[in-house]
């Protein structure tokens, strides 16, 4: 695995660590609040901080996982991994706001393009 995949994966993965404490730690926050585009007050209703944290806790291991797969130096499940980031990214795109394709997803787009080269 070259070394400009390595480190775009890195960076997906402490993206995802950023957005799992946004989403678990820092739940209510004026930060999250910013980040999802939503207010305080929504955010500190219980149904959607229980949504949030049970988001956080995938996005949390998605970094787990690319942090296992990069210290393998496991070309395949680095691919695999930017390759699942970029579809949720592409969800989300579709589902609720268009600029998560580039924030979310930005850097796993580059870094599986660089995996090729």
């Given amino acids: 695995m070259n070394t400009l995949t390595t480190v775009l994966a890195i960076l997906v993965a402490l993206e995802h660590l950023y957005i799992m404490f946004l989403e678990t730690i820092a739940t209510s926050s004026e930060s999250t609040s910013r980040v999802f585009g939503i207010s305080i007050d929504q955010l500190k209703s219980k149904t959607i901080a229980t949504l949030l944290k049970n ?13 296992v797969a990069v210290w393998q130096q496991d070309l395949l499940w680095t691919r695999l991994l930017l390759g699942y ?14 600029s998560i394709i580039l924030k979310q997803g930005g850097l796993a787009i580059i870094g599986l393009i660089c995996s090729f080269i």
Wanted: without cysteine; aromatic residues 12%.
């Fill in 55 to 67: 988001q956080g806790v995938y996005n949390g291991l998605i970094a787990v996982l690319l942090f």
């Fill in 85 to 98: 980031v970029i579809l949720a990214a592409l969800y989300g795109s579709l589902t609720s706001k268009p």
